[in-house]
Structure formats: C-alpha cells, structure tokens
C-alpha cells in the first residue's frame, strides 16, 4: 500500500485530494496544526476512513515535520498548506513568507534527511506571474509577482527546483491557476459570489460589495486539478507543469453568471462596489497554457466555467436553505 503524506488536508485541495488518494487504495496521512478550534468540516465525511491518519505538526516547526516524515517514510509527499489568501498576504507579509516560501524549505530539508527515495509536490501559484510577461502563461513565463503572497509562492517553486538539481530529489511543482469549488473558502471571490448571489435571491441580504470586476481570471474546477497533482507523480522523471483551462473570464463574468444561475435579472442591482477588497497591486490578467501538462500528463479539465460556476451557486443556495430548515 503506498503513503502519501498531505500538508494542508483540512483546506479545498488537500481534502479532495485525500479523497483521491484514498480511492486508490492509499494509507494517507494529514498533517494539521494543532488550534483551540479545529476544522475538519471539509474532510469530515472522510475522517473515520481507515486508511486516513491524521498526524500533528506545523510548516514553522522543522522538528515536527522531520519527525512524522521520520514516522511515516511517505512514497509521496503533498505540500499544500499555506497562508493562501491573496489579501492576507497584505497585512500579514512576514507570517505569509515564513508558512508559504520558508516552510517549503522546511519541508524540503526533513524530506532529505529522512526520506529522500520519496516523491515531492510544491504547489506552485499563477500568482506567480503578476503583472504578466506573456499571454497566456507557460513553464517559461518569468515570474513577476504582484503580492507578498505571490512572492513567497515564488521562493518555494524556486528552492523545489533548488533541492531538485541539487540533491537528485523527485521535487516538483505545480503552477496551478486558479480553482474553485464549493470548498473554497468564503473569503475567495468565487465562493463570495456565490454565497452572496444565493443569500441575495433567499432575501438574506442585498447585495453582493466586490472589489475590481475587470480582473480577468483562469478559473477550474479544483477536484480536476488535484488530479493533475497526482499525474505530475507519477511521472518517471521530475517536472514542472502549469495546470489551468487556457479560457480566461473576469469577476464581472462570473458575478453576471451567479445570478443567471439563481434567476436574479439584474446582475448589477446586486452589485456594490467596496474599495476596501481591491488590492494595493492589481493582477489584471491570468491565462494558462497547460499543453505540456495535456501533451505529457494526458490530464484536461472536465468541468466548463459555465458548470463551475452553477455547481458553485446551488451548492450554496442549497446550503443557505439547510440553514433555514
């Protein structure tokens, strides 16, 4: 039975990705931060499975990742944990730096120690390429990042490639545009626009306030895109791939679509402007060429920006409507 080790298993990624990986027949295990509060509402349905263990340990604490890597000698390590919100990253830069780009080195290290044979994935960001050098955006696309975010997901994808070269390690990344599901937090544009669309047509409230609607996004369907995390390690020789559909949209797009979808005519009476979510540096436009990752991988996307985004709505409508009953 293979082992496969997740940081980040209680986030959107990490628990469809334990789902995966435990239909294929994995002993896996979590790693989770020990809090006063614990969140295991995205992985509950999963949580009394067998073949999950839940283990505890933190990206800032080098001892605790060693020594559950040292426990468990993984064939397969997932580094999904981050500060993952954008806007965060703003007014918590120091904290951002030390869990997305040092705790990658963290990561990195106790793996070298302990398990070297094993096989690493870094999940890489299209946050990565900012204010954008080229359209759309490829493995050799230079960085230009945008956000305190955006430049410590550049150091980790960079000291993956470092190890890589370095100590003959199976690290790779990947440069995932963006994903969205109804596990996505309700602090992500996507899943704001869906849950406020779903409160405005129950009447829970009136409208929906957003920042800049023109930034344009690639928008996927995340359940496909851990998908492509395990393709990329399964692979016979380590690789970066850029994972996205290739179809850009912007907010403006997906707010007018949410309301389609919960039968609201005018996409802009539900709209307010709200200066304080717009961001300090602007990512106007990310579009990914992911032909290496279909070319290599044979991985495509399954679910269109039109699906995505219905799924998404009454996903919520159905749960602000559980909350009612």
Same mark, same amino acid.
């Given at each position: 039975?293979?082992? #496969?080790?997740?940081?980040?298993?209680?986030?959107?990624?990490?628990?469809?990705?334990?789902?995966? $990986?435990?239909?294929?027949?994995?002993? +896996?295990?979590?790693?989770?931060?020990?809090?006063?509060?614990?969140?295991?509402? !995205?992985?509950?349905?999963?949580?009394? =499975?067998?073949?999950?263990?839940?283990?505890?340990?933190? *990206?800032?604490?080098?001892?605790?990742?060693?020594? #559950?890597?040292?426990?468990?000698?993984?064939?397969?390590?997932?580094?999904?944990?981050?500060?993952?919100?954008?806007?965060?990253?703003?007014?918590?830069?120091?904290?951002?730096?030390? /869990?997305?780009? $040092?705790?990658?080195?963290?990561?990195? %290290?106790?793996?070298?120690?302990?398990? &070297?044979?094993?096989?690493?994935?870094?999940?890489?960001?299209?946050?990565?390429?900012?204010?954008?050098?080229?359209?759309?955006? =490829? %493995?050799?696309?230079?960085f230009y990042p945008r956000s305190p975010y955006g430049v410590a997901k550049a150091y980790g994808h960079w000291i993956?490639?470092?190890?890589?070269?370095?100590?003959?390690?199976?690290? +790779?990344?990947?440069? $995932? /545009?963006?994903?969205?599901?109804?596990? !996505?937090?309700?602090? /992500?544009?996507?899943?704001?626009?869906?849950?406020? +669309?779903?409160?405005?047509?129950?009447?829970?409230?009136?409208?929906?306030?957003?920042?800049?609607?023109?930034?344009?996004?690639?928008?996927?369907?995340?359940?496909?895109?851990?998908?492509?995390?395990?393709?990329?390690?399964?692979? %016979?020789?380590? =690789?970066?791939?850029?994972?996205?559909?290739?179809?850009?949209?912007?907010? !403006?797009?997906?707010?007018?679509?949410?309301?389609?979808?919960?039968?609201?005519?005018?996409?802009?009476?539900?709209?307010?402007?709200?200066?304080?979510?717009?961001? &300090?540096?602007?990512?106007?436009?990310?579009?990914?060429?992911?032909?290496?990752?279909?070319?290599? *991988?044979?991985?495509?996307?399954?679910?269109? /920006?039109?699906?995505?985004?219905?799924?998404? +709505?009454?996903?919520?409508?159905?749960?602000?409507?559980?909350?009612?009953?």
């Open positions: 039975m293979k082992k #496969a080790f997740i940081t980040g298993i209680t986030g959107q990624d990490g628990s469809y990705l334990a789902e995966l $990986l435990l239909e294929k027949g994995y002993k +896996v295990y979590g790693m989770t931060r020990r809090t006063s509060t614990e969140n295991f509402a !995205r992985i509950e349905h999963i949580i009394h =499975n067998e073949n999950l263990e839940l283990v505890s340990g933190d *990206l800032a604490d080098q001892h605790s990742i060693t020594s #559950a890597l040292n426990e468990i000698k993984p064939d397969e390590i997932y580094n999904l944990a981050a500060q993952s919100f954008v806007k965060a990253s703003w007014t918590q830069p120091v904290l951002t730096g030390e /869990f997305t780009g $040092l705790g990658v080195t963290r990561m990195l %290290e106790a793996m070298k120690l302990v398990c &070297p044979e094993a096989k690493f994935y870094q999940a890489s960001s299209s946050e990565m390429f900012g204010k954008v050098r080229e359209v759309p955006q =490829n %493995e050799d696309t230079p993956t490639v470092n190890y890589r070269e370095s100590y003959d390690m199976f690290a +790779v990344s990947g440069i $995932l /545009f963006n994903h969205e599901s109804p596990r !996505r937090g309700l602090e /992500f544009v996507t899943r704001k626009i869906a849950n406020g +669309v779903a409160r405005v047509k129950l009447g829970k409230q009136k409208n929906v306030e957003l920042g800049n609607l023109d930034a344009k996004r690639d928008w996927g369907y995340a359940k496909d895109y851990v998908e492509a995390m395990w393709l990329i390690l399964q692979q %016979e020789k380590p =690789n970066d791939y850029v994972v996205a559909t290739g179809e850009t949209h912007s907010v !403006r797009e997906f707010l007018q679509l949410a309301c389609e979808v919960a039968g609201l005519a005018d996409w802009e009476e539900v709209y307010k402007h709200n200066p304080e979510y717009d961001r &300090p540096a602007e990512v106007d436009l990310l579009i990914g060429d992911a032909s290496k990752a279909r070319r290599e *991988l044979g991985w495509k996307p399954t679910v269109t /920006f039109q699906e995505l985004v219905q799924l998404m +709505v009454e996903a919520e409508i159905e749960k602000e409507q559980e909350r009612d009953s």
